[in-house]
């Protein structure tokens, strides 16, 4: 029975990684499977950016602090897991952008820079009479006959114009990538506009017919309060690493070694690791980033396309505060930076206000985010030089006295892929390629198909559904 043991290399322990292994764990336990998951790390720890730091009754997270509500595979795999009771929502509240030295509310009914209320938007000071009469004219602008993909900058600017792109679309949509939005692809980020314009033609009325529509209070006769569209775990996000790792029982971890090479040999695929050991594999899940998976098979030539991938490199600084310290004059949840002004910070989250239960009573968090394309230098600098930026940028915008009892600067050096026009395609014809070479092997994570939280499950999952169905396949 042991000779007809199957064995599966997941490679990367992060998010897609462990999400791969918990899912495959999972059907092997239910169709009694002869099949071994080894799960290869090469940090000495697991999650990946998911890392969270609990210090001093303070919940502070280094990577992502946060994942839609709306995109399930979390909420899901929370459920599966056991711990859906330690999911929380964040606190709902303004948001600004910090324009011209001043921060300006995000309209009112504005869906990622898209208004679909027009009283707030006309009343809005981050654009000129101007810029609100070039947005006006979608209403009358046709639909695009351009045919396959487009840049972000390219769709918005035809639609609203510069100043409303350049003012409110711009800071929405570029933070999530850390990205240049003239560069990024419509087709592989935000595909829904598409659809919508599609559809309605007009995006600002298309937005309006498909929002949500707000639930009613019973026996009331106005909207229920606005609730948070992100959760995360009271204890800080690591709760669903440790979680992971604690039942993945028949997973064997080997962390703190990486990939050196993979060769296809009599349909085994044959994994050597760099402290010189090989695991003859019947099936490898390769959840590394899109420059590991190249370098592996550049000695076969192929994936070399994924070089075409850009990454950029970021950090955050988190900030812990007495409350008295903090001088805020404005109820909100955070801003992001317009990209003409004289900042070094991109965005600023009141840590404290967004998520209430991340913050000690009488203390102020405040997460603070620097480097993005084109602006990554700062990055390189000494943690007391980036907390010295970071605070003469906010000292400009709001009173803050005295420093920080503590701050935590985390780097993400060439870490966020930057899904450029022709992204989808480009992945699409990446992994045919990879199909044809090396049929064993699948890749999954952020650099292909989605970087949030529920993308990267989704993909882990659907990558050990795949390999479960080819070593089951009795043909």
Not at 249 to 257: A, L, M
Not at 391 to 406: S, V
Not at 456 to 465: H, L, P, S
Request: charged letters at 25%; glycine letters at 10%; proline letters at 5%.
């Amino acid at each position: 029975m042991d000779e007809q043991r199957k064995k599966v290399v997941i490679a990367g322990g992060g998010i897609t990684g462990l999400s791969a292994a918990f899912y495959m764990q999972r059907q092997i336990d239910e169709q009694q499977l002869p099949i071994d998951i080894i799960l290869v790390e090469a940090t000495n720890r697991l999650g990946g950016k998911i890392q969270t730091v609990r210090r001093n009754g303070y919940i502070i997270e280094r990577g992502p602090d946060s994942f839609l509500i709306r995109k399930k595979s979390m909420d899901r795999l929370a459920g599966e897991l056991g711990i859906a009771d330690q999911l929380v929502k964040n606190a709902t509240g303004q948001s600004f952008v910090l324009l011209n030295d001043e921060l300006h509310p995000i309209p009112g009914g504005s869906i990622m820079g898209v208004p679909t209320e027009v009283g707030p938007f006309l009343k809005s000071n981050l654009f000129s009479l101007t810029g609100k009469l070039r947005a006006a004219g979608d209403f009358f602008l046709p639909r695009s006959d351009i045919q396959g993909d487009q840049s972000l900058g390219k769709f918005f600017r035809r639609r609203f114009g510069n100043e409303v792109v350049n003012n409110l679309i711009e800071p929405l949509l570029s933070g999530v990538y850390a990205g240049d939005i003239d560069n990024m692809s419509m087709e592989s980020t935000f595909p829904q506009f598409v659809d919508v314009e599609e559809k309605h033609r007009s995006l600002i009325l298309g937005m309006k017919k498909t929002r949500p529509k707000p639930e009613q209070l019973p026996n009331k006769g106005h909207a229920a309060k606005k609730e948070g569209a992100f959760h995360t775990f009271r204890d800080g996000l690591e709760t669903l690493v440790e979680a992971l790792e604690a039942q993945l029982t028949k997973v064997k971890f080997v962390k703190g070694v990486r990939l050196e090479s993979i060769e296809e040999q009599d349909g085994k695929t044959y994994v050597t690791l760099n402290e010189g050991s090989v695991i003859e594999a019947d099936a490898v899940i390769l959840t590394t980033g899109h420059e590991t998976a190249r370098r592996l098979f550049e000695p076969y030539g192929i994936l070399q396309q994924l070089g075409e991938i850009r990454t950029s490199s970021v950090a955050t600084i988190a900030l812990a505060f007495p409350a008295e310290a903090v001088v805020q004059d404005k109820e909100g949840t955070g801003f992001l930076v317009s990209r003409s002004g004289d900042y070094s910070i991109t965005a600023c989250t009141w840590v404290n206000r967004k998520w209430p239960t991340t913050t000690p009573d009488g203390k102020v968090l405040l997460r603070a985010f620097v480097g993005r394309i084109g602006e990554e230098a700062i990055v390189d600098l000494p943690d007391a030089e980036i907390e010295q930026i970071v605070l003469g940028d906010l000292r400009k915008i709001f009173e803050i006295n005295g420093d920080p009892e503590f701050s935590i600067v985390t780097r993400w050096k060439e870490d966020r892929p930057q899904y450029r026009v022709g992204h989808k395609q480009l992945i699409a014809e990446a992994k045919a390629e990879l199909r044809d070479a090396f049929p064993q092997v699948e890749l999954a994570g952020a650099s292909y198909e989605g970087v949030g939280l529920p993308d990267c499950v989704d993909q882990g999952q659907a990558a050990a559904e795949r390999v479960i169905s080819r070593l089951t396949d009795p043909s």
